[in-house]
């Protein structure tokens, strides 16, 4: 068991990046802190994938010199999926963000609990 | 007086405002962590179980890749398998995917937008909208701007021929936009790229893409020739409306990434 893990080093260091980003999306209460934690894990993500797509000793699927047999490039889908995914992880992000703008000019502080105190004061009064 | 008694906020908040942070805070901490590592640990048995990295019997390469790249430039006549992939074979998820980061920029807009007197807040933002001119930041940015814009279009052009296409050179765009916009600041930008212009080519490149795309799939499926030449494989005019789409993704990109710029900076829209 411990030798795959360290052939698939690629997928063991998306575990562990994915662990990072998911334990900052906890773990920390400041607001853009936990984006940051977000997009780690993303990035995990997409490492893993392409990870999963490549074979070893083939080129990029690119085809080069009139070779088209499938044996000689590697997998495109997960490369053509992972562009998916990026984007959106973008949007998402942005999107994100643009509310944390709005919830700062409302409450001009960044901490979460801070920010539930606040808003359990102007729910009472 | 009745009002200070009562105790303030909800259940949980009102527990840790008695109790103290610092226990709540710690017991949550402890938590979080044991749940992360246990995921972690899940996750590295999966690990330990996949076959192993860069094997050719990789279930993963199984029948659809090996038809995209055996039939691929016959298909779509991009020498690029992973561009004819994404604008020919799935060519409806690209467009939901611009869809997708177009309701973003909208969102982004809607929520950044400020209309009504201006707050202590955004007139802070107004006086950093356009700092004191930085003399390095300028001349470097009037020597790498042209080149790097020149770059996203080569990157765009190519996209169905070398590594590259619609998204990456679209924010290679984006990024030159930026540059000079942060070297000059918006003011300046505004006079060649005023924000009707990023808004009219986003929607401008959208609907292009569907137009284009619909026509070929509903030709493609009722059997009618849709006159779209292939060219040949590996010429810059060629793979159909491979590189017309590239074109209207990277074009709808730049401007939405220039436009999440110009909103998270200046918080402003006319």
């Excluded at chain 1, 690629?10 to 802190?33: C, D, P």
């Excluded at chain 1, 009139?66 to 490369?79: L, S």
Aim: with cysteine; charged share 15%; hydrophobic share 50%.
């Amino acid at each position: 068991m411990g030798v795959r893990l360290l052939t698939n080093y690629y997928e063991t260091a998306s575990v562990i990046l994915f662990s990072i980003g998911f334990a900052t999306l906890f773990l920390h209460r400041n607001l853009i802190k936990k984006i940051i934690g977000l997009n780690i894990a993303e990035t995990a993500v997409y490492l893993y994938f392409v990870a999963k797509g490549y074979i070893t000793g083939r080129a990029a699927p690119i085809i080069a010199g009139g070779i088209q047999e499938a044996d000689a490039y590697v997998n495109p889908v997960p490369t053509g999926l992972i562009l998916t995914g990026i984007v959106i992880s973008v949007s998402v992000t942005a999107f994100a963000l643009a509310l944390i703008v709005k919830i700062y000019k409302q409450y001009e502080t960044l901490d979460l609990d801070e920010i539930m105190i606040l808003a359990g004061k102007e729910e009472e009064g | 007086m009745k009002m200070q008694n009562k105790p303030v906020g909800r259940g949980w908040v009102n527990w840790k405002t008695k109790h103290g942070k610092p226990a709540f805070r710690r017991l949550y901490a402890a938590l979080s962590v044991v749940t992360c590592l246990s995921f972690a640990c899940v996750l590295l048995f999966m690990v330990s179980a996949l076959p192993p990295f860069g094997d050719p019997g990789n279930p993963a390469f199984n029948e659809v890749p090996r038809k995209y790249i055996e039939e691929g430039v016959q298909d779509t006549g991009a020498l690029n398998i992973v561009a004819g992939m994404i604008l020919d074979y799935r060519a409806f998820d690209t467009f939901a995917e611009a869809c997708v980061l177009f309701t973003a920029a909208a969102a982004v807009l809607i929520l950044l937008r400020s209309d009504g007197p201006l707050s202590a807040f955004d007139s802070l933002i107004q006086e950093m909208e356009d700092p004191r001119p930085n003399v390095i930041l300028m001349q470097t940015a009037s020597l790498l701007v042209p080149i790097i814009l020149l770059f996203g279009c080569y990157v765009i052009l190519n996209g169905h021929l070398s590594p590259g296409g619609g998204f990456s050179g679209g924010a290679i765009l984006g990024a030159a936009l930026i540059l000079y916009a942060s070297a000059y600041g918006t003011k300046r930008a505004r006079r060649f790229i005023h924000y009707n212009v990023l808004r009219r080519t986003i929607a401008l490149c959208l609907y292009f893409y569907a137009l284009a795309k619909g026509y070929a799939f509903y030709a493609g499926a009722n059997g009618i020739d849709a006159g779209i030449p292939k060219g040949t494989p590996g010429a810059l005019f060629s793979a159909g409306l491979i590189p017309l789409l590239n074109i209207a993704v990277g074009l709808a990109v730049a401007c939405v990434v220039y436009l999440f710029y110009i909103l998270f900076s200046t918080g402003e829209f006319r």
